[in-house]
């Protein structure tokens, strides 16, 4: 079995370390951007989330 890629928080940097709380790793987020995928750790999702809630998508335009 292979390891998943490390998460790197792509806002402040945090990386995801295998010894962190269970809970707090499913709490990253993913988020995709021009086929990109970039993860937020859950501290910044969550401040993250009303960026993304108020933001219109790119396709709008
Ligand atoms: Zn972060």
């Known amino acids: 079995m292979s390891e998943p890629e490390p998460r790197v928080c792509t806002r402040c940097g945090h990386t995801r370390t295998a010894d962190e709380d269970p809970v707090t790793a499913l709490a990253w987020v993913s988020t995709r951007e021009r086929g990109a995928v970039r993860w937020l750790c859950p501290t910044c999702a969550r401040q993250h989330v009303r ?8 396709e709008y335009w």
């Open 51 to 58: 960026d993304i809630e108020g933001k219109l998508p790119d």
